[in-house]
């Protein structure tokens, strides 16, 4: 006798391919749009969306009144969920692979990466490995190949769950346009959805224990929770041989300089001057003093006296050390003053704290 589904189901089903089916005909119309106007293809959507709860009504009545299932037909609704899913899957695979993601301007690659957004920052850093990229389409290809077929269904579902759900989490924490969220979300859902089916099956394989009768039966938790245990500790204290950030630490504006008693405002210097304009005090303790362009640096690991609240470091500048020291100045949490010396001049920078 053929299996019956309980309406719960069948409106599950019929939800995935709504949205599925709408998610899918955008995609494409993202691309045919200047073929086929925008309203045609939003019409068509909204048309496929509320279709399958039309037909989910008349489904649930005749099984009701003729007293028989329609099992082929849940399973062809779900073969509909899968290849929907696979086919738009499968476009983003080729689109990565001819070169139609990953790509970020180039006026916008020459900007600071502080400057970015999460998407622009996403895009680039994808895009740095052509084969990282390539690597990800093959296994989105070749997982949506095998998604079409019932018998490497679950294969596939074990190959592209990880991808798509690692895609989902950058599009939500790296801030993503809505379309990319909601598409991978869907795309997500219809995996998650089609993984749900085989939950038996899963469930007596992942969780299923051998036990050897023969075998002195032993308490199986301290072993788990001693390796859980050591690795806690190494970590922390690993941890605590990390360099703590002293008070100074952060990005600075200069706002004015008194070199050897004369001011000197950066913003009145022409871009090609050798003035001081950014200074950072970052992570590991290391100084960074910047003269109008990230090409022109100079580093070196500093160190912070607490107790008179002075700083203390070491430039090599053409080959040479140049010692730099000054009393921090603390003026309220945005502005700070540096007072001592650069090599042999004397120094008095007022600055600006950024972040």
């Not at 990953?102 to 600071?112: A, E, I, M, Q």
């Not at 400057?115 to 390539?134: D, I, K, M, P, Q």
């Not at 000054?326 to 309220?332: G, K, L, P, Q, T």
Request: positive net charge.
């Amino acid at each position: 006798m053929p299996k019956k589904f309980s309406f719960a189901k069948k409106f599950a089903v019929c939800f995935i391919l709504s949205v599925l089916s709408a998610s899918t005909l955008l995609l494409i119309g993202a691309d045919i749009s200047k073929w086929i106007r925008p309203i045609f293809i939003f019409r068509l959507a909204a048309i496929l969306f509320i279709t399958p709860y039309i037909l989910l009504p008349i489904w649930e009545y005749k099984e009701r009144r003729l007293l028989k299932s329609f099992s082929s037909l849940y399973n062809h609704a779900q073969d509909g969920v899968a290849f929907l899913t696979g086919l738009c899957i499968a476009i983003f695979g080729w689109k990565k692979i001819f070169g139609m993601q990953f790509r970020t301007p180039l006026s916008v690659s020459d900007l600071p990466m502080s400057s970015l957004r999460g998407e622009a920052l996403t895009w680039f850093y994808f895009g740095h490995s052509t084969v990282f990229g390539l690597i990800i389409a093959f296994l989105q290809v070749i997982g949506s190949l095998l998604l079409f077929f019932r018998r490497t269904r679950l294969f596939a579902i074990f190959i592209l769950l990880p991808v798509m759900l690692n895609i989902l989490l950058i599009d939500i924490f790296y801030q993503l346009n809505p379309g990319a969220l909601l598409q991978s979300l869907v795309l997500t859902g219809g995996l998650v959805y089609l993984l749900s089916n085989y939950y038996q099956e899963l469930t007596s394989f992942l969780f299923k224990v051998h036990d050897n009768p023969s075998r002195k039966k032993i308490s199986k938790w301290p072993l788990p929770v001693l390796s859980s245990l050591l690795a806690f500790l190494f970590v922390f204290f690993a941890s605590r041989s990390v360099q703590k950030e002293y008070p100074v630490f952060g990005a600075y504006k200069v706002k004015n300089i008194i070199l050897n008693g004369k001011s000197v405002t950066p913003d009145s210097c022409p871009a090609n001057d050798s003035v001081l304009t950014r200074l950072y005090f970052d992570m590991d303790n290391v100084c960074v003093m910047e003269y109008n362009s990230p090409k022109r640096r100079m580093m070196a690991g500093y160190i912070y006296h607490e107790a008179d609240q002075t700083i203390q470091c070491s430039f090599m500048n053409d080959g040479k050390p140049t010692f730099f020291h000054a009393s921090v100045y603390n003026r309220n949490n945005k502005e700070t003053e540096l007072k001592g010396g650069l090599g042999n001049d004397s120094l008095q920078i007022f600055l600006i704290k950024e972040k």
